[in-house]
């Protein structure tokens, strides 16, 4: 895995910002874009522009190709059993939303109990929030352990035969910290739920086995795995997804309409309401494409190392605090004594260092923290050391800054 070449394809990277070189650690939020991605889905707009799976013509076979071919790509990615068991949607916010409005609802009844975790993103807490007040179940919280891991003997108390629902994400946009999805998995099937899994982190990072981890629903999107926006994958066992009601209703998902019923298509299709991300899906496909040849174990052991190496480096800085557990992957979390980790980002974008700050889409998890906002830098495979060391002198070079300045 060489990086020099693997930059050399992120032409977004051979930039300045603000007067100096773009170091870019914010991968967590959004991944950027190699070139192959952005030229296919060039490509597609340029030469075969086409709705799919309506036309007969030359442009919309060749989109449909594109389209469904994705689909197997998805597949064969995630190791789901049939293509019918990938459906596309605009990202992991939706893919969670259809499990809660569709399988919640009409699974879920009063004393039943959803099982989540003080980590989640907010994605995963609020679709459960609204399926619990419609149908009277309980939203209940896995504790969390001093360094912010999940404990398996906490889940087997916390986890019931009441428990309907398990949703846990893999990998924690905060913390780094990789849940232990196949063991939860199997604790929430003893228990007679379904388990369902916000991937959103995890996918870009390291190979992921749907029929290994066991879970029943899993949830991505593109756009943090080099592709493009706008798209993400729901996958879910073809039992569940059979017997659930699709929550778009329109073109597309429809086999025939009546005047006063219709009938829906078969998988995945009924899922797939209006005109589908076309081009989303097919930029998706050139990114599994992508992240295939460079291989997902070289990209998970170099993500690793560079977390190791920056929660090493920052450590080093007095005032600064990490949080999560020191096994991490793909990002480090942390404040600076006396300085808002708003005017951190600040400072650190002056020197053309992109990281994030705020909540992170992770309120309950800020509160449980005890903090109200935090700084992140989060790394991916066109991240180096250098990035790092750039990082940490800048974060010196804040906290100078406003030590003189108070």
């Known amino acids: 895995m060489d990086i020099r070449d693997i930059r050399k394809q992120f032409p977004i990277l051979d930039q300045q910002v603000n007067g100096k070189k773009l170091v870019y650690l914010d991968s967590a939020a959004t991944s950027q874009k190699p070139i192959r991605v952005i030229e296919i889905l060039e490509k597609y707009y340029r030469e ?11 442009l919309g076979t060749k989109a449909t190709d594109g389209y469904e071919g994705a689909r197997e790509k998805v597949r064969k990615f995630i190791n789901a059993k049939s293509t019918e068991e990938i459906i596309f949607t605009r990202g992991t916010t939706t893919a969670l939303n259809t499990v809660a ?3 919640g609802r009409e699974n879920l009844t009063a004393g039943d109990e959803i099982v989540i975790t003080y980590m989640e993103h907010h994605s995963n807490i609020i679709p459960w929030q609204q399926v619990a007040k419609k149908t009277g179940a309980t939203l209940k919280y896995l504790p969390l352990q001093e360094d912010g891991s999940i404990s398996l003997e906490e889940a087997r108390k916390t986890i019931t035969s009441n428990t309907k629902i398990v949703s846990i994400m893999y990998i924690s946009n905060v913390l780094g910290v990789i849940n232990p999805i196949k063991e939860l998995s199997k604790i929430a099937h003893e228990n007679g739920a379904i388990m369902v899994v916000d991937g959103a982190q995890a996918t870009p990072h390291m190979k992921v086995d749907v029929q290994d981890l066991d879970c029943d629903f899993f949830a991505f999107s593109a756009h943090k795995m080099c592709g493009p926006t706008g798209i993400g994958v729901l996958y879910g066992k073809k039992t569940h997804l059979e017997n659930m009601e699709p929550v778009e209703f329109g073109g597309e998902m429809i086999d025939f ?8 298509k078969e998988l995945p299709w009924k899922f797939e309401a209006g005109t589908p991300i076309i081009a989303g899906a097919i930029g998706l496909g050139a990114a599994i494409d992508f992240l295939e040849e460079i291989g997902l174990d070289n990209i998970d052991a170099h993500d690793q190392k560079l977390a190791k190496y920056a929660s090493e480096r920052l450590s080093e800085i007095e005032g600064l605090t990490i949080y999560g557990p020191k096994e991490r992957t793909g990002l480090v979390t942390f404040t600076i004594d006396d300085v808002h980790p708003h005017d951190v980002a600040t400072v650190l974008d002056a020197d053309g260092i992109a990281v994030r700050a705020g909540h992170h889409c992770a309120q309950p998890l800020m509160k449980w923290l005890k903090v109200s906002a935090t700084a992140r830098a989060s790394f991916y495979l066109y991240n180096t050391e250098e990035d790092i060391d750039l990082l940490v002198q800048g974060l010196i070079k804040t906290k100078e800054y406003f030590s003189n300045v108070f």
Not at 257 to 264: C, F, I, M, P, R
Request: no cysteine; net charge neutral; proline share 0%.
């Open 48 to 58: 075969y522009n086409s709705n799919v799976h309506r036309g007969v013509h030359s």
């Open 101 to 103: 409005m569709s399988y």
């Open 257 to 264: 309409v009546q005047l006063q019923e219709s009938t829906w």
